[in-house]
């Protein structure tokens, strides 16, 4: 090594070396030897078990020689596992045969996590964090086996997954896509069978950006639910967006069974609401309401999937009405100035001498201008290219002083209420289908001009509804291609405009041929039970043979 390499620098090779090394010594993927292990949804595989069909072994094994390939096609994996996990299903396996018990609802389940692991770095792409492993241990007793821990973006604050320490993780269907972010990393490692399971985090949309980009199935809870210990965050105690943890996985089942397991339970969060997991109880006709547009016009691939997903909903008898969300940039206005009360200092202080990555350049320097050059800013971007809504942002993105900072938490409060009364009261839903983004797919290193399209999933971190994503079709060039209704408005944002009109548009259906599409499906506060139940019933209306779940990786590859 060059003697005058920086500290960064040294511990980043050696973490690389390492993780490389790891990832090399798992057994090669066979697919006649694995494949039948990762068709198996996470209660299949379960069942399996329990019947002395499988062991945890045969199982462990499969999936980290998959975990290893999907890692070399995506670089998706920070902490290698494989060499611990196979340890533990040995032990499962002794324990199962003397015993004929399973240790717990998920005993041999391969899984992926962010929360942390006692000996294992939480580094979450900050070099300070790296040798300094947690010193809790994710709760075992149900019987999940980690096998790795994956990738996220520098701060877990934008819709991309790469930062300094362990490189870029890209879309496991065309490397020329972001596969997500905050839960990048994992969502890729799911859509290639690489895991069976998954455990993230969300404020601002990062269980589910990665889920639709990726075509898996994940689940926002409401706020209280679901314990937040030992979940890694830059910047601990704010509570101004209230993050959640939850699951990812490959169908609607697992998101479940993690779901009855974790809702309600206090393990050492004593904020918790003592809610368990309580069958809802589900009218036989539902009512939901859908938009296609928020305050960016939506691609005409996710515009598809969410009419697609109406007319499914139809065919079974259930009433879906479009509704209009009110004000919808007024909630991505508060969460940005509420997520930027202090100037980001807190969530880029752990970034020290790291580089920066590319995406967080908006982040890390608009809110550290004057306040009176953010106002000349935000005025030229309304008067000039009448962007009222990153005008807003911009100007709202700056640091505040405490009576300011409550000013903006007494807007959520207000907004929250106006949402309930406005949508859900007045149209009597049951649940709302929505776009994630306006785009099915984002090209990498585009988060830096496209941020504010995160509007449509930070709106249900401001209202704190439960919000779920299913994955719907593909991006069908044929079907999917623009026509003037995107082309030919003069009066959109400068951002639908980058989208969608000049030489270059960056929604570009054949680039995007064959990927996922997903939609939302959102619920009241509180109301997680049923909204699992209503992505269900979403899930068997679009039918099951669309090309979504285990092993659907490998069929799309040789279609």
Same mark, same amino acid.
């Given at each position: 090594?060059?003697?005058?390499?920086?500290? +960064?620098?040294?511990?980043?090779?050696?973490?690389?070396?390492?993780? /490389?090394?790891?990832?090399?010594?798992?057994?090669?993927?066979?697919?006649?030897?694995?494949?039948?292990?990762? &068709?198996?949804?996470?209660?299949?595989?379960?069942?399996?078990?329990?019947?002395?069909?499988?062991?945890?072994?045969?199982?462990?094994?499969?999936?980290?020689?998959?975990?290893? *390939?999907?890692? /070399?096609?995506?670089?998706?994996?920070?902490?290698?596992?494989?060499? /611990?996990?196979?340890?533990?299903?040995?032990?499962?396996?002794?324990?199962?045969?003397?015993?004929? !018990?399973?240790?717990g609802?998920?005993?041999?389940?391969?899984?992926?996590? *962010? $929360?942390?692991?006692?000996?294992?770095?939480?580094?979450?792409?900050?070099?300070?964090?790296?040798? &300094?492993?947690?010193?809790?241990?994710?709760?075992?007793?149900?019987?999940?086996?980690?096998?790795?821990?994956?990738?996220?973006?520098?701060?877990m604050?934008?819709?991309?997954?790469?930062?300094?320490?362990?490189?870029?993780?890209?879309?496991?269907?065309?490397?020329?896509?972001?596969?997500?972010?905050?839960?990048?990393?994992e969502?890729?490692?799911?859509?290639?069978?690489?895991?069976?399971?998954?455990?993230?985090?969300?404020?601002?949309?990062?269980?589910?950006?990665?889920?639709?980009?990726?075509?898996?199935?994940?689940?926002?809870?409401?706020?209280?639910?679901?314990?937040?210990?030992?979940?890694?965050?830059?910047?601990?105690? +704010?509570?101004g967006?209230?993050?959640?943890?939850?699951?990812?996985?490959?169908?609607?089942?697992?998101?479940?069974?993690?779901?009855?397991?974790?809702?309600?339970?206090?393990?050492?969060?004593?904020?918790?609401?003592p809610?368990?997991?309580?069958?809802?109880?589900?009218?036989?006709?539902?009512?939901?309401?859908?938009?296609?547009?928020?305050?960016?016009?939506?691609?005409p691939?996710? #515009?598809?999937?969410?009419?697609?997903?109406?007319?499914?909903?139809?065919?079974?008898?259930?009433?879906?009405?479009?509704?209009?969300?009110?004000?919808?940039?007024?909630?991505?206005?508060?969460?940005?100035?509420?997520?930027?009360?202090?100037?980001?200092?807190?969530?880029?202080?752990?970034?020290?001498?790291?580089?920066?990555?590319?995406?967080?350049l908006?982040?890390?320097?608009?809110?550290?201008?004057?306040?009176? =050059?953010r106002?000349?800013?935000?005025?030229?971007?309304?008067?000039?290219?009448?962007?009222? !809504? *990153?005008?807003?942002?911009?100007?709202?993105?700056?640091?505040?002083?405490?009576?300011?900072?409550?000013?903006?938490?007494?807007?959520?409060d207000?907004?929250?209420?106006?949402?309930?009364?406005?949508?859900?009261n007045?149209?009597?839903?049951?649940?709302?289908?929505?776009?994630?983004?306006?785009?099915?797919?984002?090209?990498?290193?585009?988060?830096?001009?496209?941020?504010?399209?995160?509007?449509?999933?930070?709106?249900?971190?401001?209202?704190?509804?439960?919000?779920?994503?299913v994955?719907?079709?593909?991006?069908?060039?044929?079907?999917?291609?623009?026509?003037?209704?995107?082309?030919?408005?003069?009066?959109?944002s400068? =951002?639908?405009?980058?989208?969608?009109?000049?030489?270059?548009?960056?929604?570009?259906?054949?680039?995007?041929?064959?990927?996922? $599409?997903?939609?939302? =499906?959102?619920?009241? #506060?509180?109301?997680?039970?049923?909204? *699992?139940?209503?992505?269900? $019933?979403?899930?068997?209306?679009?039918?099951?043979?669309?090309?979504?779940?285990?092993?659907?990786?490998?069929?799309?590859?040789?279609?």
């Amino acid at each position: 090594m060059w003697p005058f390499s920086s500290r +960064f620098e040294v511990l980043v090779e050696a973490k690389r070396k390492q993780r /490389e090394a790891d990832i090399s010594a798992a057994p090669k993927f066979n697919i006649s030897e694995h494949g039948v292990f990762l &068709k198996a949804t996470a209660s299949e595989i379960v069942a399996h078990i329990e019947r002395g069909e499988w062991t945890a072994s045969q199982v462990v094994a499969a999936y980290i020689s998959r975990a290893a *390939l999907a890692h /070399e096609m995506t670089n998706c994996i920070t902490e290698v596992l494989f060499s /611990e996990a196979q340890k533990q299903a040995q032990e499962l396996d002794a324990e199962f045969a003397s015993t004929k !018990q399973l240790r717990g609802p998920l005993h041999g389940v391969p899984l992926n996590v *962010l $929360v942390d692991i006692a000996g294992v770095d939480s580094s979450i792409g900050f070099s300070g964090l790296l040798q &300094k492993p947690a010193t809790t241990d994710a709760d075992a007793s149900a019987g999940a086996i980690p096998i790795a821990k994956s990738n996220v973006p520098q701060t877990m604050l934008t819709f991309e997954c790469c930062n300094p320490v362990f490189g870029r993780t890209v879309n496991p269907y065309n490397g020329n896509f972001t596969s997500g972010g905050s839960s990048g990393g994992e969502a890729a490692l799911l859509a290639m069978d690489g895991s069976a399971l998954g455990v993230g985090s969300d404020i601002g949309g990062s269980l589910r950006y990665p889920a639709v980009f990726c075509g898996i199935y994940s689940f926002k809870p409401s706020p209280l639910r679901v314990s937040y210990i030992g979940t890694s965050s830059p910047v601990k105690g +704010f509570d101004g967006i209230i993050g959640v943890a939850g699951p990812m996985g490959r169908s609607i089942d697992d998101l479940e069974m993690f779901c009855q397991l974790t809702l309600g339970v206090q393990a050492r969060s004593f904020g918790l609401a003592p809610i368990p997991f309580r069958e809802p109880n589900m009218p036989e006709k539902l009512r939901f309401g859908y938009y296609t547009d928020f305050y960016i016009k939506a691609s005409p691939a996710v #515009k598809r999937a969410v009419l697609e997903t109406v007319a499914a909903l139809r065919n079974q008898g259930h009433e879906c009405i479009e509704i209009e969300i009110p004000t919808p940039m007024e909630a991505f206005d508060i969460f940005v100035a509420l997520t930027s009360g202090d100037g980001y200092q807190s969530l880029l202080s752990g970034v020290g001498s790291d580089p920066l990555d590319s995406s967080l350049l908006a982040i890390a320097n608009g809110p550290n201008y004057p306040r009176f =050059v953010r106002k000349f800013v935000a005025w030229a971007l309304g008067f000039f290219f009448k962007d009222t !809504q *990153l005008s807003n942002a911009v100007y709202g993105s700056g640091t505040k002083p405490v009576r300011e900072f409550w000013e903006w938490t007494a807007r959520r409060d207000k907004y929250n209420m106006q949402f309930y009364d406005e949508v859900w009261n007045k149209h009597r839903l049951d649940g709302i289908i929505a776009p994630v983004l306006a785009l099915p797919q984002v090209p990498t290193g585009s988060f830096r001009t496209l941020f504010s399209l995160a509007a449509s999933g930070t709106l249900y971190n401001v209202v704190n509804s439960p919000t779920g994503c299913v994955p719907v079709t593909r991006v069908d060039a044929s079907k999917d291609k623009l026509t003037d209704e995107w082309t030919e408005t003069s009066t959109c944002s400068l =951002v639908q405009k980058a989208l969608y009109q000049g030489r270059k548009p960056i929604y570009d259906p054949i680039a995007m041929q064959g990927m996922p $599409v997903g939609i939302q =499906v959102v619920g009241r #506060k509180w109301e997680d039970e049923k909204v *699992l139940a209503m992505m269900r $019933v979403v899930d068997d209306a679009l039918g099951k043979n669309r090309g979504f779940g285990p092993g659907s990786w490998d069929a799309q590859q040789s279609s």
